[in-house]
């Protein structure tokens, strides 16, 4: 998506508007030790067009007790949204507690990674009102729609049957301009036996 984003917004001033940081980087933000280099090199890669600290929203995807999460940073009104699209949390669940540990280790990783300028832990965060996942394994197709559509809010909801979730995903996969996109061979012949599919491969 970076990529996409820094295709269609060359020589605007909208290049740079989201950066996306890579989810190696949340992983690397759990250890207790860290290490300010290591955190920059994989936070800051693929922004080389564009300076990721002045970018308006952060999105850091986040793979917490077997389940995807985004989180939004907001670095012009200073706030947080966790897009958690577990359905307890419309059952009592409190997502608060949840995210403590984990959100609190996110901030303080990305203070070190933008040399503590921003004491991102102190600031507002909210769990912001998102379609609801009816499948325990569809979690990484809602943060792709999240990193896709959330602005200040969502620009639109979409479908959230697994099937159609993964439709989508397969079609934007295949409608993908970026030559560096490279399928598993598995994948690719799935894809490869179908009909309709069979000419633009």
Known sequence: ????????????????????ADSKWAEKSMSRHLDPKDLKKVFYAG??????SQSHMVFI?????????????NMCDQKLSILDSRPDTTKGAD????H?????????????????????RSWEYQFPKVPRQ????DSGFFVFNFMRLWGHQLVRWFPTESRELRKDFLAY?????????????EVSLKIKNLPSCISIL
């Not at 609190?104 to 070190?112: E, F, K, P, R, S």
């Not at 996969?173 to 061979?185: A, G, S």
Request: with cysteine; glycine share 4%; aromatic share 14%.
């Open 173 to 185: 996969i295949l409608l993908c301009k970026d030559d560096n996109v490279n399928l598993p061979d």
């Open 61 to 73: 995807p986040v793979f917490h007790d077997h389940q995807w999460t985004l989180y939004a940073f």
């Open 47 to 52: 922004s080389v067009l564009y300076n990721a």
């Open 100 to 120: 403590q540990k984990t959100r609190c280790n996110i901030c303080d990783a990305l203070t070190v990674t933008m040399n503590y300028a921003i004491d991102f």
């Open 1 to 20: 998506m970076g990529r996409e984003d820094a295709r269609d917004f060359w020589n605007t001033k909208c290049l740079g508007w989201r950066h996306y």
């Open 95 to 98: 997502p608060t507690k949840r």
């Open 134 to 137: 009816q499948d325990s394994g």
